[in-house]
């Protein structure tokens, strides 16, 4: 059974930064992870998503801002966000999926069959 577990949410000021990390287990050959976040009253929208050669999409409201990376030896997939804004304020959830294919621009919730319970990041003005 495939398991997603995120970690590292918390609060910070605008301007601040924090590393989410989202542990993978149950599998060993995943095709494509990302993260996604939802504010409250909004639809949950993509951030960012690695492909297992390293391949990167962001969402244009965090390029420059946001990182993610991964580590395929510990099944580990991270994302490093740097000069956060308020808007920026959501539950962030970690996917996967086990799909070949050609995936570009901004994740989006149909790429992903797998999904983590979400860790909370509130950024304060």
């Known amino acids: 059974q495939v398991q997603l577990v995120e970690s590292g949410g918390g609060s910070v000021q605008a301007g601040g930064s924090l590393r989410l990390s989202c542990a993978a287990s149950g599998y060993t050959a995943r095709t494509y992870m990302g993260w996604f976040r939802q504010a409250p009253g909004k639809e949950r929208e993509g951030v960012a998503a690695?492909?297992?050669?390293?391949?990167?999409n962001y969402a244009d409201s965090v390029k420059g801002r946001f990182t993610i990376s991964q580590d395929n030896a510990r099944n580990t997939v991270y994302l490093q966000m740097n000069s956060l804004k308020p808007e920026d304020t959501g539950i962030y959830y970690c996917?996967?999926?086990?799909?070949?294919?050609?995936?570009?621009?901004?994740?989006?919730?149909?790429?992903?069959?797998?999904w983590g319970q979400g860790t909370q990041v509130t950024v304060s003005s």
């Open positions: 690695i492909e297992r050669d390293g391949t990167t």
């Open positions: 996917a996967a999926d086990f799909r070949a294919g050609l995936r570009t621009g901004k994740p989006r919730t149909s790429e992903f069959g797998y």
